[in-house]
């Protein structure tokens, strides 16, 4: 697994950790996002992992987004982010494993476009969000995409056209946090949901992920109809599976199924 001063990993069982690790914030330049874009595409094709767990080192952040420092030394804005875009996560095709943000602070700008390009975001008490890239004369581009469409849309317009900062109460409110906890307390609660996805079905977790990414620029009619024809490679995979089959006979044996990702 790659990693880097700036990237930690740590893989138990099928389950990888990921830690940005950039003092003072956990900002994420270009050599950074490279980083995690390798990082995260070895987790997409290794078949021995099944979930990741993505957290910033530290109590303070999790991660503020693009390094405004590492800008003016010269990192382009429209640089090389790297296989999967910004973080390694926005634009990485193909990746139909769940994947857990733990943010353990600070989530803003660039650093909440990572998050929400998580499946599932728990978040600390004392964990606050932002998108202030109006202050820095830019746009949020992933956000003003994918905000809008999971939360409502004033909220979402809102944030992006004032840039002003909302505690995790208001961010689990919105449905942008699935769950808040004690910050000593995240990373065990992230290993264990890891843990229990680790255990369940792969091979229908990859097909809930394409069918999602697939229905979010098609009507409900056509989506249906490429998932009944088995035009999606996923669901074609699913349906001929020994998992498939494994489900049904551990269904009417009345016993927990044996999941083998084939």
Not at 116 to 145: H, K, Q, R, W, Y
Not at 160 to 189: C, K, M, S
Not at 236 to 262: I, Q
């Amino acid at each position: 697994m790659n990693e880097s001063e700036s990237i930690k990993t740590r893989i138990r069982g099928a389950i990888l950790e990921v830690v940005i690790d950039r003092p003072k914030a956990n900002a994420v330049d270009l050599a950074t996002s490279r980083v995690m874009g390798e990082v995260f595409r070895n987790f997409r094709d290794d078949p021995a992992l099944r979930v990741a767990i993505l957290t910033g080192a530290g109590e303070k952040f999790f991660c503020p987004g693009w390094d405004l420092k590492a800008a003016n030394d010269g990192d382009a804005v429209d640089g090389d982010y790297g296989v999967g875009g910004f973080g390694g996560l926005q634009e990485l095709p193909h990746l139909n494993k769940p994947v857990i943000a733990a943010v353990n602070g600070i989530c803003c700008g660039g650093g909440l476009e990572i998050a929400l390009s998580c499946d599932i975001i728990l978040a600390a008490e004392g964990a606050s969000f932002a998108l202030p890239e109006i202050n820095s004369g830019t746009v949020a581009d992933a956000a003003s995409i994918k905000l809008p469409k999971r939360i409502p849309y004033h909220v979402a317009m809102e944030m992006l056209l004032t840039g002003r900062w909302f505690d995790v109460v208001e961010a689990q409110r919105w449905g942008i946090v699935n769950h808040v906890y004690p910050a000593g307390e995240l990373l065990n609660e992230a290993w264990e949901l890891a843990e229990r996805l680790a255990a369940g079905p792969p091979l229908v977790f990859a097909a809930i992920k394409e069918i999602v990414r697939d229905a979010e620029d098609s009507n409900f009619q056509d989506s249906m109809n490429r998932i009944t024809k088995r035009q999606l490679k996923t669901v074609d995979t699913l349906y001929g599976s020994e998992d498939a089959a494994e489900g049904s006979r551990a269904f009417s044996e009345k016993r927990d199924p044996v999941w083998k990702g084939v």
